[in-house]
């Protein structure tokens, strides 16, 4: 697994962006993705994952309603479309690949990360 995030950038409050996480190695994977985000001075904090098998998904409160995990497992990608931005998303967002088809909430579920995209939300 080798994971690429992209889809960063700067945008307004209210606004929106979708970012794209690729699992760049052409083996197949059955591994769970999450989204994370850090905060300057603050802990990585799980945002959304999906699981593979099925596709269910889950997100933490901050972003329930707003954010939206999908995934196209023909192009090995996970996008997360962040809509109704608020300038307290504006983080370094990164996904990650879980240990298991499951994309559990929390950081020791996952193995393999991608390098961060920031998001930055003006106010």
């Known amino acids: 697994v080798q994971l690429q995030a992209s889809g960063g950038g700067l945008v307004q409050a209210g606004g929106s962006l979708r970012l794209s996480c690729v699992n760049s190695r052409r083996t197949s994977s059955n591994n769970g993705v999450g989204w994370f985000r850090q905060a300057p001075g603050k802990e990585r904090e799980f945002v959304a994952g999906?699981?593979?098998?099925?596709?269910?998904?889950r997100y933490s409160e901050s972003v329930k309603g707003r954010f939206t995990i999908s995934r196209d497992t023909a192009k090995n990608t996970v996008y997360l479309q962040m809509n109704s931005l608020k300038s307290e998303d504006t983080a370094v967002y990164f996904c990650a690949a879980a240990r298991s088809p499951v994309a559990g909430t929390s950081r020791s579920l996952y193995q393999y990360w991608g390098q961060g995209t920031q998001v930055t939300v003006s106010s």
């Open positions: 999906i699981d593979w098998k099925g596709g269910s998904s």
